[in-house]
Nanobody, 122 residues
Framework: QLAESGGGSVQAGGSLRLSCAAS????????MTWFRQAPGKEREKVAG???????FYADSVKGRFVISKDNGGMTLFLQMNDLKPEDTAMYYC??????????????????RGQGTQVTVSS
């Protein structure tokens, strides 16, 4: 029910915009989150929208990445600027009903995409 797109290969300093298309409406009652997993590393939470509008960003991407949703609540975006080689990873989107908190781990989300690869070369 979630499908990511927009990944690709870019040079350091470049930008990419990831999209996550939902097959149903995920409004303010849902946590909408981007995760990533680099080879040999654990999956980490990158950015999320919780409840009505509260956003979260990992320290490693603050000031460079922006998470947003379209007004229809059907598409989640991740604008990634000033990309670095350490941003290379498979990026996944996930959604879970917001019950006052959002899951910390990818496995805690009911709705999960298959991922889109981002490769940043130096």
């Amino acid at each position: 029910q979630l499908a990511e797109s927009g990944g690709g290969s870019v040079q350091a300093g470049g930008s990419l915009r990831l999209s996550c298309a939902a097959s149903e409406y995920f409004g303010s009652r849902y946590c909408m989150t981007w995760f990533r997993q680099a080879p040999g590393k654990e999956r980490e939470k990158v950015a999320g929208i919780e409840g009505l509008s509260r956003t979260f960003y990992a320290d490693s991407v603050k000031g460079r990445f922006v998470i947003s949703k379209d007004n229809g609540g059907m598409t989640l975006f991740l604008q990634m600027n000033d990309l670095k080689p350490e941003d290379t990873a498979m990026y996944y989107c996930a959604a879970e009903e917001y019950l006052g908190y959002c899951p910390r781990e990818f496995g805690g989300f009911t709705y999960r995409g298959q991922g889109t690869q981002v490769t940043v070369s130096s």
